[in-house]
């Protein structure tokens, strides 16, 4: 995996994009940009390594996710697990319950069958008209639910990682570590406002949501797990059932980090910049 950087660079030159003007409509110093192609990481915030790092792909129309996971190898941050034990499935000697079988089909006489067909046929046709109902119920409560959830969205504020950068600044940075152990599990509250979160486990995919008033949403993770509030306004975290300590009650955006591998939490508050 040390070549992640010179694949980077080499797919950049082919595209014939500009260092300068990757800079210009990310916002990220142009010496993070040489420090990835050069594959010098550490060079980079520690905070900021993996924003960086996909913001770069996607400029140059890499795949993000391959990057980062190639970036957690490159690292060492875990293992890829043991998938060498096979489940091993009992022989099952089915001959005598064919003879058997054979041996009672034979005594049933025409009539009983077409009976027996008829009654199959129509638990079919009732297991089907059943599942038909489900799902037409189902269809309509996941409606309500995006009509609700919309409308909400409408006065809640979503933001990006570029709007965090550019708009805001850091106004406090906090960290700490809890005692917990694996496996790990994220219990997000919000006691008394609808606010806008987005949750980012391992190497997935970040996932946007509403949490309404008084609502809770609850996450796993192996190593690490971020979450982006807005506003950070009256929101309980706890790992592992653990309280995290540190973050404060604002309107403004917050975002949390929480190591698996060092059982460590980063919490870093941000006000708008002047």
């Given amino acids: ?31 993070y940009l040489k420090a990835i192609e050069n594959g010098k990481f550490e060079i980079l915030p520690s905070t900021y390594i993996r924003l960086f790092l996909k913001a770069y792909c996607v400029e140059i129309g890499a795949d993000p996710i ?29 001959n005598n319950d064919v003879d058997e079988s054979s041996k009672i089909e034979s005594s049933k006489n025409l009539y009983q069958k077409k009976s027996e ?25 996941e409606n309500l639910s995006m009509d609700k959830n919309f409308g909400e969205a ?3 504020n979503p933001i990006t990682d570029f709007e965090l950068i550019n708009d805001f600044i850091i106004d406090k940075t906090n960290s700490g570590s809890l005692d917990v ?14 606010i806008w979160i987005r949750t980012e486990t391992d190497s997935t995919l970040p996932i946007e949501n509403i949490l309404n008033s008084s609502q809770q949403d609850n996450f796993s993770f192996v ?43 980063t919490i870093q508050q941000f006000v708008p910049q002047n």
């Fill in 1 to 31: 995996m040390s070549d992640l950087h010179k694949k980077l660079k080499s797919l950049r030159r082919e595209r014939k994009i500009d260092l300068e003007a990757i800079e210009k409509r990310t916002k990220i110093n142009i010496k």
């Fill in 66 to 94: 391959d990057a980062l996971h190639q970036l957690d190898e490159l690292n060492n941050n875990g293992k890829e697990p043991n998938n060498s034990d096979e489940e091993i499935l009992p022989i099952i000697d089915i």
């Fill in 117 to 141: 067909w008829l009654k199959g046929f129509s638990m079919i046709l009732l297991l089907l008209f059943s599942i038909y109902i489900i799902k037409k119920i189902v269809s309509s409560d």
């Fill in 154 to 156: 409408s006065y809640l």
């Fill in 181 to 194: 152990h694996p496996p790990y599990m994220v219990k997000v509250i919000s006691r008394k406002d609808d």
């Fill in 223 to 265: 190593k690490r797990f971020e979450l982006l509030v807005n506003p950070a306004k009256n929101i309980d975290i706890f790992w592992n059932g653990q309280l995290i300590p540190y973050l404060e009650s604002t309107k403004h955006p917050a975002k949390i980090y929480l190591n698996g591998i060092n059982r460590t939490i």
